[in-house]
């Protein structure tokens, strides 16, 4: 039989439920306790009110928060942009490829060290606190090599998604069209099985409307639901795209129009912002207080990637937000787990009250705001998965 967990003495547990302890957001009870029962929370309140049970762990007056959730990545690849990272961080242009590098190296590595990649990017997350991790392919472009990609990655993690449509492989750069039909065609049928979402890099210099649109649609009706890489590098058609299919998320959204912010509000789709992105480029930081005003639900990733964004932590993607993108430390630690799970669609994770799953990360600081107020610092000193300690 599952044995009971009790977690006492916990300074500050952040639950995400409003209806618990102060009634904001995050639901804070002070003082509290816990009970894992199996894979799941059985209780939470004041810790002088935890029921017995088989086992307990003393808190020490420590914060207790849940897992984080990182709704976007890109983790199946190998080598890396050392010198493409170095340039632009020296003033220097850089021809070398981008993406395509990355893909070159992806094709040539094999299924175990694709696979060893894997697991040491999410070892460094859950270390870090994350939980959930989604990732996604997207550097191999090839029916072959997409298909390898979302194999490894569902050994790995249950949130997959196929993004065949990352960019047009040099190999189809005079015929995109035929790409998209390729995406859309064999490659879709090979990817499908492996994967929960599809993804579409909508962009100029990536795929326009019409295209993301064909994609998107071709995949929902495989089973696929859809995301959207949007409104990165520049305005365009991608966050209108992703409400008005009901995308789960429209990730980036850094140059938004007050009719993207509007369509957003009024619709379901998540606004997942990915600061290490705009830290690793020098680029414009998306204005999250914008989106929070107008009553849109905002995530926060990371992005992990070799060109882009190559962080795994959360909690400097966090620090991030508080710091360069308006967010109170409140608003980046919902964002970072409960806006994470919403932009997966899932109601079992995010969040720390009786019937969610038992994934939860112990600070070593009493509060959840020293994510913030002490960045950079190593400050997970415990993380549970599914009721069982992992570190």
């Not at 002070?30 to 810790?47: H, M, N, P």
């Amino acid at each position: 039989m599952p044995s009971t967990t009790a977690i006492t003495h916990i300074s500050s547990l952040v639950t995400n439920n409003p209806s618990l302890g102060d009634g904001s957001p995050l639901g804070l009870i002070q003082d509290a306790a816990l009970v894992i029962d199996g894979d799941r929370i059985a209780w939470v309140g004041e810790s002088s009110k935890a029921p017995a049970t088989d086992n307990a762990v003393d808190a020490g007056g420590r914060a207790v928060l849940p897992g984080f959730v990182d709704s976007h990545s890109h983790l199946v690849f190998a080598g890396d942009r050392t010198a493409e990272f170095n340039a632009r961080m020296s003033g220097r242009s850089y021809s070398a490829g981008g993406i395509r590098t990355t893909v070159a190296a992806t094709r040539a590595a094999t299924d175990e060290q694709l696979s060893a990649n894997v697991r040491t990017y999410l070892g460094e997350a859950l270390r870090q606190g994350t939980t959930t991790l989604e990732t996604k392919s997207g550097y191999g472009l090839t029916v072959a090599d997409e298909a390898r990609a979302l194999r490894i990655a569902a050994e790995h993690t249950d949130e997959v998604t196929y993004l065949g449509a990352h960019i047009v492989p040099p190999d189809h750069a005079d015929d995109p069209a035929g790409y998209v039909d390729l995406v859309t065609g064999d490659m879709l049928e090979a990817c499908a099985p492996h994967a929960r979402w599809i993804d579409v890099f909508c962009e100029q210099g990536a795929f326009d409307a019409d295209q993301a649109r064909t994609i998107l649609t071709a995949g929902r009706a495989k089973g696929l639901l859809p995301r959207i890489h949007a409104n990165q590098l520049s305005y365009g058609p991608g966050v209108r795209l992703a409400v008005e299919l009901d995308a789960a998320s429209a990730d980036h959204c850094t140059h938004l129009t007050d009719d993207d912010v509007t369509a957003l509000a009024d619709g379901n789709t998540v606004a997942t912002l990915l600061p290490g992105a705009e830290f690793s480029t020098r680029a414009e930081w998306p204005d999250a207080r914008r989106l929070i005003d107008a009553g849109v639900t905002v995530a926060l990733s990371t992005d992990c990637n070799p060109g882009s964004s190559f962080t795994s932590s959360v909690p400097f993607c966090i620090a991030l937000a508080v710091r360069d993108m308006g967010m109170t430390p409140d608003e980046a630690l919902w964002s970072a787990t409960a806006g994470g799970a919403q932009a997966l669609r899932r109601t079992d994770i995010g969040h720390l009250d009786p019937g969610a799953r038992a994934d939860l990360t112990l600070l070593d600081a009493p509060s959840h705001v020293h994510l913030a107020y002490r960045p950079g610092v190593p400050l997970v000193s415990g993380v549970w998965q599914r009721g069982v300690r992992v570190v």
